[in-house]
């Protein structure tokens, strides 16, 4: 440990469970209108921004969430130009989504311009390309409000939130996943952070049984990042017009060679392999779409 560390800050997303960052530094400590704010300095993860008590990301290893949450369904549909991004202040997913050159426009909707400014402050090794892109467009909005008054529509739309406390709880409905349908073109994919199962059995299950409530075709895939502590990371998927079981690992190799993306984590074989749940994950997944 770090002879530099001055304090500690816990993780406190589990009330039974306890992870806690050695902070050689605290960057920035601050409640906003929204939530508590921490972002710290650790030898080990980098940079770590937590919001009310719960790890947002760490700059060693934010690559694995951002890559598998952008690259997995825009490698499966094949011809996304529009994103449509709810949360994810941070901009890394942002940045993740924009390298891929045929996308026309990635719009962006964060709740708290703090995490927006102190992200682009100190979290700029992460998202520094994103604010000179000229197709991304930053909207200070509640997500779930925004989307419910919005014409335009989407190929994709990624929801990069909070767990489902306070305002975010809007953005694991089933009357937001109507509003997001709603928005999608006809080959259209939603992405949903859906927490992590061993955790958060309750959380994933209602995710999972709303998005079957609305679409065709609900799954989810699986991550696994060494800052979210209990295990596996959910990511839900839903679409009325693609089943990623139907996409084969020669499509996805494919248009993954075309984009020529030079990743950490994600690569073909994982993608297909996340789709694959331990039956722990599978029995409350099944259980969860047959109660919609």
């Known amino acids: 440990m770090s002879e530099r560390m001055s304090e500690v800050v816990h993780d406190t997303l589990d009330p039974t469970v306890r992870l806690s960052y050695g902070a050689d530094e605290i960057l920035v400590r601050t409640t906003t209108p929204y939530q508590d704010v921490v972002l710290l300095d650790n030898e080990r993860f980098g940079r770590v921004l937590l919001l009310d008590g719960a790890t947002q990301l760490t700059t060693a290893d934010e690559f694995i969430y951002h890559e598998m949450l952008a690259h997995v369904p825009i490698f499966s549909h094949g011809d996304v130009r529009d994103v449509l991004i709810i949360g994810g202040g941070d901009c890394g997913l942002a940045e993740e989504v924009l390298k891929h050159k045929d996308i026309r426009r990635v719009v962006q909707v964060e709740l708290d311009p703090c995490v927006v400014d102190l992200s682009r402050r100190y ?69 949903v952070q859906a927490g992590v199962p061993f955790l958060q059995p309750e959380d994933f299950s209602s995710a999972m049984r709303n998005l079957a409530s609305v679409f065709r075709y609900p799954s989810c895939y699986l991550l696994a ?10 990511l839900g998927w839903a679409s009325d017009s693609i089943s990623p079981a139907a996409v084969s690992l020669d499509v996805i190799k494919a ?38």
């Open 123 to 191: 979290l700029d090794e992460i998202n520094a390309g994103v604010f000179a892109d000229e197709r991304f467009q930053l909207n200070i909005h509640d997500g779930a409000t925004f989307i419910d008054g919005m014409a335009e529509r989407f190929d994709l739309v990624l929801v990069d939130s909070t767990d489902p406390v306070g305002d975010a709880c809007k953005l694991f409905s089933a009357q937001f996943y109507k509003n997001v349908r709603r928005c999608l073109r006809m080959r259209g994919i939603l992405v």
């Open 225 to 234: 990042s060494p800052s979210y502590v209990g295990g596996h990371l959910a």
């Open 255 to 292: 248009r993954h060679a075309k984009a020529n993306l030079k990743l950490r984590y994600y690569t073909p074989e994982v993608d297909r392999a996340a789709f694959a749940l331990p039956g722990y994950i599978n029995d409350l997944f099944t259980e969860a779409i047959e109660r919609r």
